[in-house]
């Protein structure tokens, strides 16, 4: 029998297709979602991937035949359906496996509003009643409820999606922008003519084809490789900014007028201001912010200064989107370029945070490099992904390396993290792949580089 623990993340299913999943499963996965919930109508929504409509379609018919009517948005962006979501306030699912391979495909779930659906508010549940419809021969037998079918329809909400957006940050009276945008052959090929029109951005458009075998590179800009062609691009063209979104688009990176990556920390610091500025004109005394703890030491710094409270939580959007509902944070950032907005029911949109930037970068004479300089104050290594068979073995060979230095915190609110005057660096288990991911920071690259090499030669030994 197939354990559904190893599809089952934290904080959303995704397992590769039809070796870990397929439509039966999805299937179940959609009775099961109505049954936890309660809901009696949802939306859902799916991306470019080719397993993604059959799989979305039969999530769909196990909620109707549960009882549910289905509100069905076909293709979207994951923020596009967290928008749905929050707009019709109903629960939702997404399929999407994000950056993945095309090989990969997975569900993204939430309560009405966009409420995370993550492993304590849910999922686990979810995937608990799943497993026990599962035989030993594998086959999946949903029981039959006494309940009138829900009804299918479709519904577009991509305008709707794009309006809303354009009335949170006002554009209209920026100076024009030569934008080149990298949709990565993802749902940013599909969101970004929308919410871009009519503004005065000249787009210079690459790999906007929807295609989920992902001809060009992978939909994963945290990767530098898949960066290459938009920094190129940015030259050549003579782009004021670059932005590059992932498969579901619901990240966004930032490339400035030098080709030159902008740290999503610097991202999250520089929205940060101007989300702080606009609360406490509102009249909020202290507004918050939330970072993971992978977010420079920047952010908390920058929010200080400007006189907000800076929240440190764990990587993952259901841990952000929780402790945004518990603190009433305005603004919330991860280092992945995942940003979260109060004024979006909490959820994740790289879109609105692309928004802000072109906002901030239009309404000055100055260029990105020099607008973002003040939030980039450390050196850092980046994301470094190593396979490691027995994460939990490694992470504590580093842990013994480290933990008895003089002068070092050791915290373990997600994976090991260790500090010492002036760095850091945190390793951290993948909720999706077999991977441990390192994250290193210092104030020179000198320090940066010697605790990337000392931390690696361990994990990698």
Request: aromatic share 6%; glycine share 8%.
């Amino acid at each position: 029998m197939r354990d559904l623990k190893q599809l089952v993340k934290a904080y959303d299913v995704r397992g590769v297709v039809p070796d870990q999943w397929d439509e039966n499963l999805s299937r179940a996965f959609g009775a099961a979602f109505v049954q936890v919930t309660g809901a009696t109508a949802i939306v859902v929504g799916h991306d470019m991937r080719p397993s993604s409509p059959s799989l979305s379609r039969a999530f769909a018919e196990g909620a109707a035949a549960r009882g549910a009517d289905v509100t069905e948005i076909g293709l979207c962006s994951t923020d596009q359906l967290y928008y749905a979501s929050g707009k019709l306030d109903l629960p939702g699912a997404m399929f999407t496996a994000s950056h993945n391979p095309a090989q990969y495909n997975g569900i993204k779930m939430c309560r009405a509003g966009a409420a995370p659906v993550g492993e304590d508010t849910g999922l686990a549940d979810i995937r608990d009643l799943v497993q026990s419809w599962i035989a030993e021969d594998d086959t999946v037998s949903i029981p039959a409820v006494d309940a009138k079918p829900g009804v299918l329809t479709r519904q577009d909400t991509l305008q709707g999606y794009a309006d809303h957006l354009r009335g949170l940050v006002d554009l209209t009276g920026i100076r024009p922008l030569k934008v080149a945008v990298d949709a990565g052959n993802g749902m940013g090929g599909h969101t970004v003519p929308t919410v871009f029109a009519g503004l005065p951005l000249e787009v210079v458009p690459m790999y906007f084809e929807l295609d989920g075998t992902f001809p060009n590179h992978e939909a994963n800009p945290l990767d530098p490789k898949n960066l290459v062609d938009l920094q190129a691009k940015v030259k050549e063209v003579g782009a004021d900014i670059g932005l590059a979104f992932d498969g579901d688009a619901d990240r966004c990176f930032v490339i400035d007028e030098r080709g030159e990556p902008v740290s999503p920390s610097a991202i999250t610091a520089l929205v940060a201001v101007r989300e702080l500025a606009r609360a406490k004109a509102a009249g909020e005394e202290r507004p918050t912010i939330i970072h993971n703890l992978i977010t420079s030491w920047t952010v908390p710094e920058v929010v200080a200064e400007h006189g907000g409270q800076a929240v440190r939580t764990r990587v993952g959007h259901s841990f952000i989107k929780q402790r945004m509902a518990e603190t009433d944070a305005v603004f919330g950032g991860e280092h992945s370029a995942h940003y979260y907005f109060r004024d979006f029911w909490r959820a994740d949109t790289g879109m609105l945070a692309a928004l802000h930037v072109l906002a901030a970068l239009g309404g000055q004479p100055g260029t990105l490099s020099a607008l973002t300089e003040e939030y980039d104050r450390y050196a850092a290594s980046g994301e470094i992904n190593s396979e490691v068979a027995d994460q939990a073995a490694k992470t504590a060979e580093v842990k013994a390396a480290y933990a008895s230095l003089e002068g070092v915190s050791v915290d373990e609110l997600d994976g090991l993290t260790i500090a010492g005057a002036d760095w850091w660096f945190n390793l951290r288990a993948s909720n999706t792949e077999p991977l441990l991911r390192l994250n290193v920071e210092a104030k020179d690259r000198a320090k940066v580089a010697e605790l990337r090499d000392a931390v690696l030669a361990i994990v990698r030994a």
